[in-house]
């Protein structure tokens, strides 16, 4: 059973980029056909999803976070990563990662999560 | 971006009810549509995908109907370790989007 585990600093200051990695163990990153991805809550609020990095390296953004958001790959370390740029207090919140796959069907799933990692900005 | 809509946000219910939440999608969707179980400080759990399909090692306790623009979640016997949130989300088209969460809770 694949796990994934968020990590990365837990205070970032107003402007400056948020960067976290998920690690994965239990299976490599770059094998089979997966997407890769980032989700965030604020507290007392809902999910929203950041975004995604195929195996390939192929990404897809929120088009609201789009301008800010840059997802990787680090095949050699079986992470992948998320930076958002110029952050302020509304991107406060519990960042998850989390592994989307799909059947023979072609019908998505996430069926992998980390716990999620809680992110504040403030000065 | 497609509006999920979930009802209830919250509901209590007891051990061995029967409870039901719905997701409404702004437009349709076909099916779709997953839910998934999250407790606090847990990582979030896969349970239903494509609207109807069991994620493996889901009981069968938890069943899942609908296509389109309306969906349901089924919990036929509520057992203690079910008390928890659960939210649906779309894979239809992106961003992909959550509806806001239904939190059951004991009674």
């Known amino acids: 059973q694949v796990q994934l585990q968020e990590s990365g600093p837990g205070l970032v200051k107003p402007s400056q980029t948020l960067s976290l990695t998920c690690t994965v163990s239990g299976g490599s990153i770059s094998s089979g056909s997966y997407y890769w991805s980032w989700i965030r809550q604020p507290a007392g609020k809902g999910l929203e999803w950041i975004g995604r990095?195929?195996?390939?390296?192929?990404?897809n953004y929120n088009p609201s976070l789009k301008s800010r958001v840059t997802i990787s790959l680090d095949t050699s370390k079986n992470q992948f990563s998320l930076n958002l740029s110029s952050v302020t207090a509304a991107d406060t919140a519990v960042y998850y990662c989390?592994?989307?796959?799909?059947?023979?069907?072609?019908?998505?799933?996430?069926?992998?999560w980390g716990q999620g990692t809680l992110v504040t900005v403030s000065s | 971006d497609i509006q999920m809509t979930q009802s209830p946000s919250s509901l209590s219910a007891s051990v061995g009810d029967r409870i039901t939440i719905t997701c409404r999608a702004s437009?349709?969707?076909?099916?779709?549509l997953g839910w998934y179980q999250h407790k606090p400080g847990k990582a979030p759990k896969g349970l239903i995908y494509?609207?109807?399909n069991l994620q493996s090692g889901v009981p069968s306790r938890f069943s899942g109907s609908g296509s389109g623009t309306e969906f349901t979640l089924t919990i036929s016997s509520l057992q203690p370790e079910d008390f928890a949130t659960y939210f649906c989300?779309?894979?239809?088209?992106?961003?992909?989007?959550f509806g806001q969460g239904t939190k059951v809770e004991i009674k």
């Open positions: 990095v195929y195996t390939n390296g192929g990404t």
């Open positions: 989390a592994r989307e796959g799909w059947d023979l069907l072609g019908a998505y799933y996430f069926d992998s």
């Open positions: 494509a609207a109807s």
């Open positions: 437009q349709g969707i076909k099916n779709d």
């Open positions: 989300l779309q894979h239809n088209s992106y961003p992909r989007t």
